[in-house]
């Protein structure tokens, strides 16, 4: 399906580091239509780009491989299933290792799980981006159930106490006692609040929908979706593209586009962005 639509409106596509398929090069107004075809064929939102659980990345675990102590496939299906739409002060990325070996990377995600002889390890605050940091363990060897309560309780302790655009990484660090403090609060319970934070997760779990298939819905949030108020049919021609990365279209250049018009290129021309996080990628 992702083949067929990606031909269909030509865009560009790419394996990401967490495993999913990006598509790249749709026009605004082409969205819904292509949020439609994948939603009817069964697909989700998935939240690529929001301050939001992003993904969960897992290696092939015991199913398929021979250093593998559990199923870190199954596990991280169901990681996501449940925090799929989370919105938080920032990206949020799991990750998912079936042994020690950690092929998945998990120790470099917001929150990593380590599979061993006896449960899962469980590591939290950990990043890329432009000042890495290895995720600190948080407890040891727990079973699925223990697992999830004490993730469900970090991730709404961050949400609810990190500055916006804090990831977990310089929250941790910032907190008074570091590790050590969350480690009171999410496993010893030491503010009394678990409970509280289990509610909160639990009620995003029971209301969780799919933002597109919510969209498609709503005839007032389709309205944003054109390029130009005052002629919503009309696409927007200064996105260009060619058809040359390695048989895929790309975005034209400021010389590719000059010469398309037969006009000289503007030197020193920009456009001003606002500033970014320096960990938004
Ligand atoms: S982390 Fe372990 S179980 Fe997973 S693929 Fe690597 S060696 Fe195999």
């Known amino acids: 399906m992702i083949a067929a639509v990606a031909e269909k409106y030509n865009l560009y596509t790419k394996i990401t580091g967490g495993q999913r398929i990006d598509m790249f090069g749709a026009r605004l107004e082409q969205l819904p239509e292509i949020w439609k075809e994948l939603v009817d064929a069964g697909f989700e939102s998935g939240q690529a780009y929001g301050k939001s659980l992003r993904t969960v990345k897992s290696c092939v675990g015991s199913t398929w491989c021979r250093f593998g102590v559990q199923d870190s496939v199954a596990m991280a299906i169901q990681l996501e299933l449940r925090y799929r739409g989370l919105r938080s002060p920032h990206k949020l990325k ?45 407890a040891k060897d727990l079973d699925d159930e223990t697992l999830i309560k004490y993730i469900d309780r970090y991730f709404m302790y961050y949400i609810r106490t990190a500055d916006r655009l804090q990831r977990t990484a ?61 002629a919503p049919d009309q696409k927007d021609d200064s996105i260009t593209f060619v058809p040359d990365e390695r048989g895929q ?21 920009s456009i001003p962005l606002r500033s970014r996080d320096e960990n938004e990628v």
């Not at 590790?179 to 009171?184: A, C, S, Y």
């Not at 790309?250 to 037969?262: C, D, L, M």
């Open 94 to 138: 799991m990750g998912v290792s079936g042994c020690a070996r950690e092929c998945a990377e998990a120790r470099g995600k917001d929150v990593g799980v380590i599979a061993t002889a006896d449960g899962w390890n469980l590591y939290v605050g950990g990043n890329g981006g432009a000042t890495p940091a290895h995720a600190q363990l948080l």
């Open 170 to 230: 310089r929250w941790q660090e910032e907190l008074d006692g570091g590790i050590k403090h969350v480690e009171d609060v999410v496993v010893k319970d030491t503010l009394g609040i678990a409970a509280d934070l289990e509610a909160a997760m639990a009620k995003h779990v029971d209301t969780y929908i799919d933002e597109w298939a919510d969209t498609l819905k709503d005839p007032e949030r389709l309205r944003r979706f054109r390029s130009f108020v005052n």
């Open 249 to 269: 279209m790309r975005p034209a250049t400021a010389e590719e586009k000059a010469a398309a018009a037969q006009q000289p290129v503007l030197i020193g021309a």
